[in-house]
């Protein structure tokens, strides 16, 4: 165990902590946006204009594993500004893509939510309505869980019997 643990693998105890920890931050996060969204989304703002950098690398983490999205944003820049696409084309070496620098566009994407916080709340739900359906933010959940939230992703995972399906009961 302490060998691979030395090698930087993880162990399913590893995981299944850091799921526990995503719950927890997950069902705080919601306890605030029911008790006082003011103050989440104040503190959302503080935290891109505070970090815009930490920002950039997050977003570029999500392109870099989402090649599709990638040419989603950049046919969307294309055709809403020429200019600008074509001024961060020449950012990229000869034959790279905004797929193979997703920094590049991941910078882009972090002025543009430093200058507009409410736009991390518009793609969230974007996102989200993408994955699971129009209604995944409605209020008429018929759900016995607290906050609401991940159920699809983990019935999902308990109809495949994929792997982690109990996690919620490893908790």
């Given at each position: 165990k302490?060998k691979?643990?030395?090698?930087?693998e993880?162990?399913?105890s590893?995981?299944v902590?850091a799921?526990?920890?995503?719950?927890?931050?997950?069902?705080?996060i919601?306890?605030?946006?029911?008790?006082?969204?003011?103050?989440?989304?104040?503190l959302?703002?503080?935290?891109?204009?505070?970090d815009?950098?930490?920002l950039a690398?997050?977003v570029a983490?999500v392109l870099?594993?989402?090649?599709?999205l990638?040419r989603?944003l950049?046919?969307e820049?294309?055709?809403?500004?020429?200019e600008?696409?074509?001024?961060l084309l020449?950012?990229?070496?000869?034959g790279?893509?905004?797929?193979?620098?997703p920094?590049?566009?991941?910078?882009?994407?972090?002025v543009?939510l430093?200058?507009d916080?409410?736009?991390?709340?518009?793609?969230?739900?974007?996102?989200?309505?993408?994955?699971?359906?129009e209604?995944?933010?409605?209020?008429?959940?018929?759900?016995?869980?607290?906050?609401?939230?991940?159920?699809e992703?983990?019935?999902?995972?308990?109809?495949e019997?994929g792997k982690g399906?109990n996690?919620?009961?490893?908790?």
């Open positions: 302490a691979a643990k030395a090698k930087g993880r162990s399913h590893d995981y902590s799921a526990r920890e995503c719950l927890l931050l997950e069902s705080e919601d306890r605030l946006e029911r008790s006082d969204p003011d103050a989440l989304d104040e959302e703002r503080s935290l891109l204009t505070e815009p950098d930490l690398e997050v983490d870099s594993r989402s090649p599709e990638v989603e950049q046919m820049l294309r055709d809403e500004d020429g600008l696409y074509q001024e020449g950012e990229l070496n000869e790279e893509t905004f797929e193979d620098r920094e590049v566009l991941a910078e882009l994407v972090a543009m430093a200058e916080p409410d736009l991390l709340g518009r793609l969230d739900e974007e996102v989200a309505e993408g994955l699971f359906g209604d995944y933010y409605d209020d008429d959940d018929d759900n016995d869980d607290e906050d609401g939230y991940g159920d992703v983990y019935d999902e995972g308990i109809e019997g399906a996690a919620k009961e490893e908790l």
